[in-house]
């Protein structure tokens, strides 16, 4: 039979789509990065991998980010969605597919399942109130709140009531409560099926709200366009959008692909994949993923990572301090299966030299210059193998079989221990050996050519075994080899490299870290990107330009809000010959009693102007001190008003 003309086994998996609001930091980048890791296994195993990533790019959040950075929620989602699949890219995810749920194929697939799905009763319309946070995009009722905050993110949640279609989710409670006690590795780990058990399913499952009327920023329902479909279900529909599933058709991918091998999505999300898009689903008559892995968090310092507590950390600092494989590999060694992982410069730069310089990097260099030393630079010839000998190619043998068993039940932490468990044993056994004294006499010189083989073909094992977590690292030990990158089928038996072949030149794979100095500039340029930026400077202007501002200083005698506005405030102005009326919007920053009684600088000379309704008679002077920090410019309280500045 010829094995070539065999078809391969599919595995189809996908990541969370990330959501659009900002760019993501290397919390979100690790599940990319783990995807990646296990769709590269796959190949490397033989399999005919798919792998599907993406960005979900409706929903209220990034409505108001647009409004608020005056541009449309197009241009704001576009602008995230090329960053975060540059920085993919930047990391080595090689994803066969990128799905954007503004593209026009999905949007009109999803708004058919919804009409699919309606038509059949299964969606209806009815009045939703209830709890709904922003930032998570989701419904809570009120037993799901954790001290009336959001159970997920802790914030507060807004009471929400408009019209809205629902899906009979109760309707499919029995069929979830069975696949999950007859399915029993279809959560993973296991912690996540018995918290979806005992915190959802078993209480009851109640319908659950679909759609928006409140929200413009999404996929319009078809015969229904006052209301958008929720987020969230948009956003699941990926999943079969992107292999070309459509109710009234399918497609070679989805012919080819579906079901998912493997949904990857932090723990966080887990109740949306194993509860609403199954259900979703069965609805549809339409096969369900075979397995939902809910990975934990990357932790900074013991805290999840937030924009808003200045703890982000992103792929790509760390990969300009430290490159991407190594990057890649403290994620990927540092996150246990069913806990959180933890992440600190400090960690990393350990990590980065006892790891991958010390073991790995000093390994492979003083294997090959003793190869090119002893030998010309030609692989040798192996001889009778004996005790260390034999110990090693067990190593091999057992790191290969733990590696894979590992990997294929997502234990990708416990794989990559595997591999570094050989290279110590690697480096044990050039203790053992010592090289250099059997180079000496020339009796010891066949000895060592049995050595120094053995040496390589383990490097070699664990290079293939390491090409999933460090691809370019790994491509450069091949070349340091002189051999072709193996898959998994050439770890089968030891002594898969030809003797003969001549390695490359021996290079630095990982150089040493001067730990104290990266730790320093990392702490440097952090402190620097706190800093708020400080605008462009306008163009130059003469001055006569400058003399015909008329800067006056003004007392305030009074201030309101302005009525039906919470950002403008009305001041009563004394500019001395006068008294002026200035409508300001700085009510997020001041209230009327901060400023009644100061003196402030007014623009005396600036036409007046309408907002809300009210007559502005110039504008008072204020300054950005930082982001989402405005400050009046006050004068001293013996400054005269009507005073001129000058």
Request: charged content about 25%.
């Amino acid at each position: 039979m010829n094995v070539d003309n065999m078809e391969k086994p599919k595995f189809y998996i996908t990541t969370a789509i990330a959501y659009t609001s900002q760019v993501p930091h290397i919390g979100n980048t690790y599940e990319a990065i783990l995807a990646d890791c296990i769709a590269r296994w796959k190949r490397l195993a033989g399999y005919d991998v798919y792998l599907l990533t993406g960005t979900d790019e409706h929903g209220i959040k990034i409505q108001k980010q647009a409004e608020a950075a005056g541009i449309t929620p197009q241009e704001h989602v576009d602008r995230i969605s090329g960053e975060l699949r540059r920085i993919w890219d930047r990391c080595g995810v090689s994803y066969d597919g990128f799905i954007r749920t503004t593209d026009p194929a999905h949007v009109e697939t999803v708004q058919k399942i919804f009409r699919r799905l309606y038509d059949q009763g299964d969606v209806y319309l009815s009045e939703y109130v209830g709890n709904y946070c922003t930032p998570c995009e989701s419904f809570y009722t009120d037993a799901q709140l954790v001290d009336g905050k959001c159970p997920d993110c802790g914030r507060p949640v807004e009471k929400a009531s408009e019209k809205a279609y629902f899906f009979r989710l109760s309707k499919y409670a029995d069929r979830l409560l069975a696949l999950f006690e007859e399915n029993t590795d279809f959560v993973q780990p296991p912690e996540r099926r018995n918290e979806m058990i005992n915190n959802f399913i078993k209480p009851g499952l109640k319908d659950f709200c679909i759609s928006r009327s409140s929200v413009k920023w999404g996929v319009p329902v078809d015969f229904d366009p006052e209301n958008v479909v929720y987020v969230w279900v948009d956003a699941l529909i990926n999943y079969i959008s992107a292999l070309g599933y459509s109710v009234d058709r399918t497609g070679p991918l989805y012919d080819k692909y579906w079901p998912a091998d493997v949904h990857i999505i932090g723990k966080d999300i887990i109740r949306f994949h194993t509860i609403y898009w199954p259900a979703l689903l069965m609805a549809l008559d339409v096969p369900l993923p075979k397995k939902v892995f809910g990975h934990g968090w990357l932790l900074i310092g013991g805290e999840k990572m937030s924009k808003s507590k200045h703890n982000a950390v992103y792929a790509d600092q760390l990969i300009d301090w430290f490159g991407a494989d190594a990057v890649r590999y403290y994620c990927l060694s540092e996150m246990p299966f069913a806990a959180d992982g933890v992440l600190t410069y400090e960690m990393l730069a350990e990590k980065y030299n006892s790891d991958l310089a010390n073991i790995l990097g000093n390994l492979v260099n003083r294997t090959v210059a003793m190869t090119k030393k002893y030998f010309g630079g030609t692989v040798p010839a192996p001889g009778e193998y004996v005790g260390p000998d034999r110990e090693l190619i067990a190593a091999c043998s057992a790191a290969a079989a733990d590696f894979a068993a590992a990997m294929d039940s997502y234990h990708v932490a416990d794989a990559s221990a595997a591999v570094l468990a050989l290279l110590r044993r690697a480096n044990k056994y050039i203790d053992e050996t010592a090289p250099w004294v059997l180079a000496k006499s020339e009796e010891g010189r066949a000895r060592l050519a049995t050595v120094l083989y053995a040496l390589l073909e383990s490097i070699r094992f664990a290079a293939v075994l390491f090409t999933p977590f460090m691809p370019e690292t790994c491509g450069k030990i091949f070349a340091e080899l002189g051999t072709e990158a193996g898959d998994y089928a050439s770890l089968a038996a030891f002594g898969g490299l030809v003797p003969g072949g001549t390695v490359g030149e021996p290079v630095p794979l990982f150089a040493r870290l001067d730990t104290e100095a990266v730790l320093k500039g990392i702490e440097e340029e952090n402190a620097r990107a706190l800093q708020p930026e400080v605008p462009e400077f306008q163009p130059e202007i003469t001055i006569d330009d400058f003399a015909g501002i008329d800067l006056r200083a003004a007392k305030v005698l009074a201030c309101e809000p302005v009525k039906k506005s919470d950002k403008l405030l009305r001041l009563e102005l004394d500019v001395g010959r006068e008294k002026r009326q200035v409508v300001s919007g700085i009510a997020k920053w001041y209230k009327p009693e901060d400023l009644t009684g100061k003196t402030v600088v007014l623009v005396a000379n600036l036409k007046p102007a309408r907002l809300r309704g009210v007559e502005s008679q110039g504008m008072i002077l204020a300054a950005d001190n930082a982001e989402d920090d405005v400050r009046v410019v006050f004068l001293p309280d013996d400054v005269r008003p009507g005073s001129r500045l000058r």
